[in-house]
């Protein structure tokens, strides 16, 4: 059965920063591509960051510069440092861990996190 159990949100001041941490069961952690994703009601769901097993990583946009996503593949761990934050990075913050076991890849989805910045 796989878990992804994200934890770190929470409120900050817009240019703080939060650390966002997805604990990892049930998948072969050392070879799933691993990735945050964003929501806010009303809109679609958005990558923001991913990182494969081998540590190439690639960012949305709106976050480079600001964002970095790691892992920590003994601890079966991926983590999301977001540093000067903005209002508009406001949203419910999702692990995702995908795997490749044939043709067609399996997604799996944690409960998500809040993260609101604001004064």
């Known amino acids: 059965q796989v878990q992804l159990v994200e934890s770190g949100g929470g409120l900050v001041q817009p240019g703080g920063s939060l650390r966002l941490s997805c604990a990892a069961s049930?998948?072969?952690?050392?070879?799933?591509?691993m990735a945050w994703y964003r929501q806010v009601p009303g809109e679609q769901r958005e990558m923001v960051a991913v990182?494969?097993?081998?540590?190439?990583?690639n960012y949305a946009d709106s976050v480079k510069g600001r964002f970095t996503i790691s892992r920590d593949n003994a601890k079966n761990m991926v983590y999301l440092q977001m540093n000067t934050l903005k209002p508009e990075d406001t949203a419910v913050y999702y692990c995702?861990?995908?795997?490749?076991?044939?043709?067609?890849?399996?997604?799996?989805w944690g409960q998500g996190t809040q993260v609101t910045v604001s004064s």
């Open positions: 049930g998948v072969h952690f050392s070879t799933a591509v």
């Open positions: 990182i494969t097993g081998g540590g190439t990583t």
């Open positions: 995702n861990a995908n795997e490749f076991p044939g043709l067609q890849p399996v997604h799996y």
